[in-house]
């Protein structure tokens, strides 16, 4: 399967502990992005990537929120000190060089108690 | 910030019928997308529209990129019970911005 994977796909996880969430591109995709989505709701933009470089933040992403995507590949997302306004799917997407259309992973969907 | 709304929010229908949503901004777009996503997963493309005007079909969906290029609307003809899910267009403004504006979802269930 060549899609978009994310791991862990569930973290349940106690409020102020850190979690961190990996999304793997489809290949050759050089941008990356992350979405939140609550219930409900459609997903919201929190970052994006082009290759390694993150050209791109939202105002949802506090500073408790970490982004990486050291080598242009795969991504991590930190969440420090959860809370429970924290818990939603987090979905990541990649997207070719060329073009604008977005492909999404599963998602990860975190609960925090 | 950028909005869509999009309609209906949700829709009960017989198996076999026709289905049409929209989705609406008060902004313009370049590119409207379609998705369709089911419990627990992430969404999945089903149309992607680049042009003011274009009409483009995938198998029994049909979606149209508005001539304003603030609406599209999604067609499903002939329903069957695997359309069930939640339907969610997005438009994106292309040049520096990437982020994709998602409208809220319109509900999908199938009778049989």
């Known amino acids: 399967d060549t899609g978009v994977s994310q791991d862990p796909r569930h973290k349940i996880t106690k409020r102020g502990q850190n979690v961190t969430f990996r999304c793997d591109p489809i290949s050759e995709h050089n941008r990356l992005y992350w979405y939140r989505q609550t219930l409900g709701q459609g997903p919201e933009f929190l970052t994006y990537f082009q290759n390694e470089a993150q050209l791109e933040k939202s105002r949802l992403l506090s500073d408790r929120f970490s982004a990486e995507r050291p080598k242009g590949s795969f991504s991590t997302l930190e969440i420090q000190r959860t809370e429970q306004g924290d818990s939603a799917m987090y979905l990541c997407?990649?997207?070719?060089?060329?073009?604008?259309?977005?492909?999404f992973g599963p998602g990860t969907r975190l609960l925090v108690l | 910030g950028q909005q869509l709304n999009q309609s209906p929010q949700s829709m009960f229908i017989q198996e076999g019928e026709d289905v049409s949503m929209n989705c609406t901004s008060s902004?313009?777009?370049?590119?409207w997308l379609w998705y369709k996503q089911d419990p627990g997963e992430g969404p999945v493309l089903l149309i992607a529209?680049?042009?003011?005007?274009e009409l483009t079909s995938n198998g029994r969906l049909t979606a149209q990129f508005g001539i304003t290029r603030k609406d599209s609307f999604l067609n499903i003809s002939a329903s069957i019970p695997s359309d069930v899910g939640i339907y969610f267009c997005a438009g994106l403004v292309s040049g520096s911005a990437r982020q994709l504006t998602f409208g809220s979802g319109t509900q999908l269930t199938v009778l049989p």
């Open positions: 529209l680049y042009k003011a005007g």
């Open positions: 902004s313009i777009f370049n590119t």
């Open positions: 997407a990649s997207s070719p060089g060329q073009g604008e259309t977005q492909y």
